[in-house]
């Protein structure tokens, strides 16, 4: 029991501040030798590894340096193509477009150019047959066939005024 009114008895405030001024004294007691060492060229273990790992933090920096570079030169490049990529498109659209124009006039005059010859087929079909006032069921057939093609194609004016009525009044042979 003695004991532990001894140990009440203790001053911790004064333990712990000569705990403190000891470690104190060791870490500046390990850095004066960590400087002494350096100074001297002597090379500890702990210093080795402390060199280790500032080399290697030394090469992370560079290399995390370098992807960064390579990644921006890839963004320039990828961006580069993006724009090669969206002027070619563009003249490409330019050229379908020109196209796209080029076959819409070819096939307007294409039309134009069928619906000549279909009225050119009409009139021969009305000079032959007004004066007679008779055709077949054939010539009829294939007259009105034709004059349906014409209708759909545009066609109008004095084939509708004058040729169609004609036409109408002819009478069938067979």
């Known amino acids: 029991m003695n004991e532990i009114i001894e140990l009440t008895k203790i ?8 705990v403190f001024i000891i470690l104190i ?9 960590e400087w002494l060492c350096s ?41 580069q193509h993006d724009e090669m990529l969206k002027l070619d498109i563009s003249s490409l659209t330019e050229t379908v477009n020109r196209i796209v124009k080029m076959l819409n006039d070819m096939q307007e005059k294409d039309n134009d150019t069928k619906l000549k010859e279909l009225k050119g087929s009409l ?7 007004k004066d007679t006032g008779t055709w077949s069921t054939l010539e009829k057939d294939a007259f ?31």
């Open 39 to 79: 100074k001297l060229g002597l090379e500890t273990k702990w210093l080795r590894q402390k060199r280790k790992e500032h080399s290697l933090l030394i090469k992370t920096s560079e290399g995390l340096s370098r992807l960064q570079e390579r990644h921006e030169e890839s963004v320039k490049q990828s961006i």
């Open 123 to 129: 009139i021969r079909y009305y000079n032959k047959y």
């Open 144 to 174: 009105w066939d034709l004059f349906d093609d014409y209708e759909k194609r545009g066609g109008d004016g004095y084939i509708h005024s004058i040729v169609e009525p004609v036409m109408r009044e002819l009478k069938e042979t067979e």
């Open 11 to 18: 001053d911790f405030v004064a333990v712990f501040i000569s």
């Open 25 to 33: 004294g060791i870490k500046a007691i390990v850095s004066l030798s």
